[in-house]
Nanobody
Framework: QVHIVQSGGGLVQPGGSLTLFCAAS????????MGWYRQAPGKERELVAT???????TYADSVKGRFTITRDNDANTVTLQMNSLKTDDTAVYYC????????????????WGQGTQVTVSS
């Protein structure tokens, strides 16, 4: 069994900063990618940032230069530092573990965190 638990988020004024944290735990053999997606009201879920194992991060154009994703492969954690937040960043943010292989099944599948609200408002 794999658990994706995320924390952080909340309410911040435009121009402010927030940090999201995510940890994957359980009978994990490997995780190919870890990242963050978001879904605003009335919109589809979209990629924010992701980083593959041993690779470089990928960012949505809308967050480049403002958000930074960091991954700890040994701890199976990923952090999203969000700076210069805008009202358009308001959404529910989801942590994503891509192609997670468990020691039990050795089968790859994706896992999602429970979601956390980020609201940017004055």
């Amino acid at each position: 069994q794999v658990h994706i638990v995320q924390s952080g988020g909340g309410l911040v004024q435009p121009g402010g900063s927030l940090t999201l944290f995510c940890a994957a735990s359980g009978n994990i053999f490997s995780i190919y990618s870890m990242g963050w997606y978001r879904q605003a009201p009335g919109k589809e879920r979209e990629l924010v940032a992701t980083v593959p194992f041993g690779g470089s991060p990928t960012y949505a154009d809308s967050v480049k230069g403002r958000f930074t994703i960091t991954r700890d492969n040994d701890a199976n954690t990923v952090t999203l530092q969000m700076n210069s937040l805008k009202t358009d960043d308001t959404a529910v943010y989801y942590c994503h573990g891509g192609n997670v292989i468990t020691q039990t099944t050795m089968i790859a599948r994706d896992y999602w965190g429970q979601g956390t609200q980020v609201t940017v408002s004055s």
